[in-house]
């Protein structure tokens, strides 16, 4: 999970660079296909097939719903806001994730995991600070976008077992190309992509295949509620590359808040550990 909170903030920032120079619907089609085609290669390296039988069993089709959705809404938040800030806001994925597994997978969470997931979203809240004017648009994407990604992880850790990596990829990012088409709608027509552009693309793609492969694995062989903590480090790989690539200044709050984040996720780990010792 660490691995692909790793990636998936390089990944960031490869896209955000992108879509400043070529529309965010554009940047989805083409980040779609390349990962599409890396993941088909992959697979068929493996003698594996490029369509599995249960590509449209119903967990594959929520998950592919939640996919596009949680790709869309996020990529448009990247694109229009500060990678740190977005970042922020998706770390309220663990709470999804942990309430949906309680729900569906029946996962027994204590009172004191509660509590340490309810810190953490403090410290989002620290960060975000709604004031009077309300939630901003922005901001109503990534959250949108938390949610999709939340309903993804749980589809997944539902999936048919016999799916590899390789087929839930190609089935992933085709409805990247989906959500692209989608956000072409209104993000503005075809523009004719330049060398550096592509370059973030393709950059952005072989890096995703790594994050996409590494959470596809931890969602389908660790304790859902267990695993998602670690989601949290992506807050500092993003907030790391946003001072560093974009220029972004964190303020007192904002780095208040994300200690809170951290602190929150690393006490649920400590803590399912200790249960399981015991």
Not at 55 to 82: C, D, N, Q, V, Y
């Amino acid at each position: 999970m660490v691995l692909a909170m790793a990636c998936f903030a390089v990944e960031d920032m490869f896209l955000k660079s992108a879509t400043q120079q070529i529309p965010v619907g554009e940047a989805l089609i083409l980040f779609g296909l390349i990962g599409g085609i890396i993941f088909a290669a992959l697979g068929r390296a493996k003698g594996e097939d490029l369509i599995h039988p249960q590509w449209r069993s119903k967990p594959m089709l929520w998950r592919a719903g939640f996919e596009i959705s949680g790709r869309l809404f996020f990529t448009l938040a990247i694109a229009l806001a500060s990678l740190s800030t977005a970042s922020a806001i998706l770390q309220a994925t663990p709470l999804f994730v942990s309430l949906g597994a309680i729900v569906i997978f029946s996962e027994v969470v204590g009172t004191r995991r509660w509590i340490a997931m309810l810190v953490g979203f403090v410290g989002v809240l620290l960060i975000l600070r709604p004031g009077p004017e309300g939630l901003q648009l922005t901001s109503l994407f990534a959250l949108l976008g938390t949610i999709g990604f939340a309903g993804r992880d749980l589809a997944t850790r539902a999936s048919p077992a016999t799916m590899t990596n390789a087929q839930l990829g190609v089935s992933g990012f085709a409805m990247l190309v989906i959500a692209g088409c989608i956000a072409m709608t209104f993000s503005g027509g075809f523009v004719m992509p330049s060398v550096t552009s592509i370059a973030y693309v393709i950059a952005a793609s072989i890096i995703g295949v790594i994050a996409y492969s590494a959470l596809t694995s931890a969602m389908r062989t660790g304790e859902v509620s267990v695993v998602s903590p670690f989601r949290y480090t992506r807050l500092i790989f993003a907030m790391v590359i946003g001072i560093l690539v974009f220029g972004e200044n964190p303020d007192a709050w904002t780095l208040a808040g994300s200690a809170l984040i951290v602190a929150s996720g690393l006490y649920t780990v400590l803590r399912s550990r200790m249960a399981k010792v015991a």
